[in-house]
């Protein structure tokens, strides 16, 4: 129950953050895949990095912390590089203006 509840959540941050900050999305698609690439590459090293930092932490009351600390914005920042990817397909398939409706004249 907790990963479904986790994956909505942060999906939604994502959105929102994809919506909150239109300045900050990738211009073109291949800037999309390489946040996506560097995103799934963050995400990979996550086991490694909490594998160096966990032995450090004072205690295991805070390990749980630190885990979270570091799963929860690498997560997020997959998701997001998912949303920026779609969205960026999505908009150059559509040509990037939109469909439909009737042509407006120039002495309208």
Known sequence: ????AMFIGLGL????????????????????AVHVAVSFTGF?????????????????QRAPYVVLALLIPSLTYVLLSWVWLLARVLHDLSGGTPRGGHPVS???
Not at 1 to 4: A, H, N, R, V
Not at 47 to 60: A, G, Q, R, W
Request: aromatic share 6%; no cysteine; hydrophobic share 50%.
């Open 106 to 108: 120039a002495k309208s």
């Open 1 to 4: 129950m907790l990963e479904p």
């Open 13 to 32: 941050v994502a959105v929102w953050a994809y919506v909150r900050y239109p300045h900050v999305r990738p211009r073109s698609l291949v800037r999309a």
């Open 44 to 60: 990979a090293l996550l086991p490694t990095t909490l594998n160096l930092l966990l032995p450090i932490v004072s205690s295991n």
